[in-house]
């Protein structure tokens, strides 16, 4: 049995807190057994190789505090490590499938994402975060008359899956995680198109048939963490009576 008595193919609880900083254009809490602090920045400008393009940018930055983890992990103060740098990579590849840079027009959106406590799963909870933080900033520009259309294309979110036991399960807690026998990290769209799978076998090589039956149980969560986005979305912000 799985900790609190969790079907094989069901995620962890999910809370999204949106409006969490007071400063940023856009900021969720994410809980997902981890939990992550996502803000969103818009600049108007962008890097050099974009600029007078018409176009846009979205960025991602990742790091994990130093007592997220049972372990206290120093903080990185002479640059990023390679996992670090590679999972901001992957956060900014994903949300960018999310937004049309052309509508987008000539700012940049950066996404901090920084992870409070880890407990598996922690870059599937800040992609799934970081989409309601910049679809929120992204609603600020629309109000304030600043986009000539709507750069948000579909939801973004990611979830995890793997093989822990020999059996399929969605969304690895850390045990699980550090168990398993073969461990996938899957991007979809809210339309159920794959923007990135990132999958490793811990042991033996597992088959095709494994992969796709991981993948429909990827399909199952995305679908219930789409609908949470579009509930938090809808939610009206801390101390107000209106809907954003």
């Not at 057994?33 to 818009?42: E, F, W």
């Not at 505090?65 to 901001?88: F, K, V």
């Not at 409070?116 to 109000?143: M, P």
């Not at 796709?212 to 679908?223: H, K, N, P, V």
């Amino acid at each position: 049995m799985r900790e609190n008595a969790r079907a094989s193919d069901e995620i962890r609880h999910l809370k999204i807190e949106k409006s969490f900083l007071r400063y940023p254009e856009g900021s969720v809490l994410v809980e997902m057994g981890a939990k992550v602090i996502c803000g969103v920045s818009v600049e108007e400008k962008v890097p050099p190789f974009l600029k007078n393009s018409g176009k846009g940018w979205l960025t991602a930055e990742y790091a994990m505090l130093p007592r997220s983890t049972q372990d206290r992990s120093p903080r990185e103060t002479q640059g990023l490590g390679g996992r670090p740098q590679e999972i901001r990579r992957f956060i900014g590849r994903s949300l960018r499938r999310a937004v049309s840079l052309e509508a987008l027009g000539e700012r940049t959106l950066t996404l901090d994402c920084d992870v409070l406590q880890a407990d598996g799963g922690t870059r599937c909870a800040a992609i799934t975060g970081a989409f309601v933080a910049a679809a929120d900033a992204v609603a600020g520009l629309r109000e304030a008359g600043l986009l000539a259309g709507e750069p948000i294309l579909d939801h973004v979110a990611a979830v995890s899956v793997g093989l822990y036991q020999g059996e399929p399960v969605l969304d690895l807690d850390y045990e699980e995680d550090s168990g398993c026998d073969a461990d996938c990290n899957v991007v979809m769209t809210g339309s159920g198109g794959i923007v990135e799978v990132q999958g490793t076998a811990e042991g033996d090589p597992f088959s095709r048939a494994q992969l796709e039956r991981l993948l429909d149980y990827a399909a199952t969560g995305i679908a219930r963490l789409v609908e949470l986005q579009r509930e938090a979305l809808a939610a009206p912000l801390p101390g107000s009576t209106k809907t954003p």
